[in-house]
């Protein structure tokens, strides 16, 4: 090869394809007679710098590999190139435009919603990653049993026993800082209301138009979203669990645990609850059977045990059946009562509600309330006044996306359910809700070791049915079905849903939920480890002081692990579903 082209070749490789040799002579014959174009192909592709161009291309996989493993909302600084793509939108003149010019982007109706269910995520996350150093589900002041003693003890029975559960953190409203099960209460009730709302808008529209003499074409639509939501719930719940906890089965393997499974049960370390590693079989196939035979238990929904769906590998995974078991039901109810005219509706829903929870189906009961709220709004045009307020101020039609639930998203939310024009929220209204969501958030403050003995829960404690079984959850549904109901009509709290930070934690919520368990047991507890080694465990402060220096590198993690899980896993496992079913569908 001439000098120039190595010269050329050095400073731009990724140009070497388009280096083409001098034209073969087609017409060369060998001796044989036939045509020497083979020979003259081999020589030329000899000439070609074939390790050059395998180190340009490595470099530039792995240079794309850093971009995506970085979080979501910094490839942009890193790319000019793709923010100046990203910012091109559609000026208030109508022209395409870039920059500081382009429009903002509105957010659905239901944007608030999805930050909710994020900090719900978040919040479950600091549950499970501080139970393990701090016993947290006592409240505050809370007293213990008085001790059983013989009558004629000399024990002052008179004296007021006192507290030890003093911690500000244990206060009612900063305790949901930390509060799972009452996140997981509010999860049921916006899936509830996620699934039901797209249906009920569609069935409610088909009712209308049938008044006219019309509607077919509502009804179709109406059966198409059911056998859509059927078909790939069960992609949307099972695939990216089946994806994280097959990632830690071949870490176990691999031995990456190894060397914090006796930490893991140290009581000087960890001094509450103990999260166990997962068992390190001899071989791969048989880890991987052992995983196959958990996952098994993960899809069987028909156990109505506490926390059946709970599996070695990560042990929070016990809500997916439940959440797939009670979709499926609502579905059934959605469908059932989709004729029936509103009030009907609402009706027939209470009394299941009623059903439910004397049946101590308390996780059902939520779904029942997220449809119930979703009704109301549709039938106050709830979703029509936030599509105004958008048209107001972008001076553009906005283009509504349902958020919720991710994978479930159209771009149309279904046919306006009413001709009138919605009606005006006042200001009064707004504020009388968010005053009412303060005592949702108090009842969603029930602490997880029960009501009683707690100072200023004893009276509520009364309130819960002897039939409940698991009467600390009580008060909690009671906080979420009402906290739910008032954030749909306190736009106080849907700014605050709205906001950049929230909807971002809300696009990674069921990656957060999904990624804290197997990040915690690979990074997060050489983390603590460390963190103790440097603060020391002698007394409470220091052991509290370690606590917050691993908090502060572990809670990062988590969220980077999150935002990679979910652009590699988690949104391409509800683009497969999607396409699946338009290649299944008829």
Known sequence: MPPARDEKCRHTPLMVANLRPPPLKLDAPTP??????????EARLAEIPLAATMRTYLGLVLRRLAVFILP???PNRVSPARERRNTVGVNTDG?????????KKALSPTAYLDGMRGVAALFVFFCHYFYTAFVVAEGYLRLSPPPSSPPDSNIDTDVAPSSKYTSLWRLPFVRLLYSGPSMVCVFFVISGYALSLRPLRLARSSSSSNRQNGGEEAASAFARTMSSLVFRRFFRLYLPPLASTLGTALL???GVLEGTRAFVTDRRFVRNIVEHHPPRLGSTPAQLAHWAREMWALVHVWSWADHAGSTVYDVHLWTIPVEFRCSMVLFLVLVGTARLRGGV????????????????????LLFLAGMAIADLDVRRNAHDEHELRGIMSTGSTPTPVLLLPLGEKKTDPGPSSSSSPPRRRRPTADSFWTLVSVSALYLLSCPDAGPWDVPGWRYLGTLIPSWFTEKYRFLQVVGACLFVFCAARSRGWQRVFETAAVQYLGHLSYAVYLMHGPVMH?????VQRWAWGVTGIED????KKGVVLAAAINIPLVIWAADVFWRAVDIPSVRFAKWLESKLSV
């Open 32 to 41: 044989g007679g036939r045509s020497n174009i083979w020979g003259d192909v």
């Open 72 to 74: 979501s909302f910094t």
């Open 95 to 103: 022209n395409r435009g870039g920059g500081s010019g382009g429009a």
């Open 252 to 254: 176990v393997r691999a």
């Open 345 to 364: 509706r609402l009706a027939v829903v209470a009394l299941l509600a009623w059903f439910v929870l004397r049946s101590d189906r308390w996780e059902m």
């Open 522 to 526: 690979v990074l997060g507890y050489p």
């Open 540 to 543: 409470p402060a220091a052991y």
